[in-house]
């Protein structure tokens, strides 16, 4: 496969209606905001579990494209698979702790293997040595482009856990409990691609062409009640013609804006309520626009 050799920087925009996007559980799972603004929060790992998830179900969990981090995963177990490929054998504490002369041959294997590794990067240290990975992708928290509401909603069980508890209620089993949901949030995320950290790790553009895949249709199949209603709504990619790089991330960030199609409506409850601007004149050189959704 051809390592990809360009540089790549983007702007995801995704909304949730009537959800909780990303629970805070240090907040009783309360939808993480900003304390000062009002302004919704999603995490980089939330949107690099949803990756993750897309390209496991994609691919069926199979090398080359493999999860490292995933449900269940003990991931000195992960790290032993390569040794074994390898035909190494770590017999002995020491061994397995420090790897020896293997340890750039462990970390290969793992990139070649684990797709998420060779995309995000990982720590691989732990236990078992297979070294660390610096991924040429990396994405920031997601921000709601206006503040949010967090609702706090009352909810039923006609059901109860044991015997016990349903004596406690007489005879009746209704139980209750509290769940969280935003009305309506649009999120902006921004994220970077290297060129020469994808040659390191051997991310390829068909690597990239199922990223993007996947940051398109990475809700389609994290349905729950809790989530509500999320899609990803916009996809700008700014494809660089050279390996470092032709222009800063952060001006052809600010190429994009949102603004409130009818600001008469009073609260956004739609992605119809928003406008999304891309400047495309003045490009500097060797950059080049690509709307992918």
């Not at 919704?40 to 949803?50: A, P, Q």
């Not at 610096?134 to 920031?140: D, H, L």
């Not at 089993?173 to 970077?192: D, E, I």
Request: net charge positive; glycine share 10%; with cysteine.
């Amino acid at each position: 496969m051809t390592t990809l050799n360009k540089r790549y920087d983007f702007v995801l925009f995704f909304d949730v209606q009537d959800g909780n996007p990303n629970g805070d559980p240090d907040a009783g799972n309360l939808p993480r905001v900003d304390a000062e603004t009002g302004h919704g929060l999603v995490t980089d790992v939330c949107l690099k579990r949803k990756v993750r998830n897309f390209v496991g179900l994609s691919k069926g969990e199979q090398p080359p494209y493999d999860i490292y981090v995933k449900e269940k995963a003990v991931l000195n177990s992960q790290h032993e698979r390569a040794y074994k490929a390898l035909g190494v054998d770590l017999s002995g504490d020491d061994k397995k702790r420090k790897g020896g002369e293997n340890v750039d041959k462990a970390r290969k294997w793992m990139c070649e293997n684990f797709y998420d590794v060779r995309t995000f990067g990982a720590v691989m240290s732990t236990g078992v040595n297979c070294g660390q990975v610096r991924g040429p992708i990396q994405v920031t928290f997601a921000r709601s482009v206006e503040p949010v509401v967090s609702l706090e909603h009352c909810i039923t069980r006609m059901a109860v856990t044991t015997p016990e508890d349903a004596e406690k209620q007489g005879g009746g089993n209704r139980t209750m409990g509290r769940k969280f949901s935003v009305p309506y949030g649009l999120y902006r995320a921004h994220g970077f691609i290297s060129a020469p950290l994808a040659e390191q790790t051997g991310f390829s553009e068909a690597d990239l062409e199922l990223f993007w895949e996947a940051l398109k249709n990475m809700f389609e199949h994290d349905r729950s009640a809790a989530r509500g209603m999320m899609a990803t709504r916009a996809l700008i990619a700014f494809e660089h013609s050279s390996k470092m790089g032709n222009a800063s991330a952060h001006e052809l960030f600010d190429r994009v804006t949102v603004t409130r199609a009818n600001t008469e409506n009073g609260a956004a409850r739609k992605f119809g309520d928003y406008v999304i601007n891309v400047k495309a004149d003045n490009l500097p050189n060797g950059i080049t626009i690509k709307r992918l959704v």
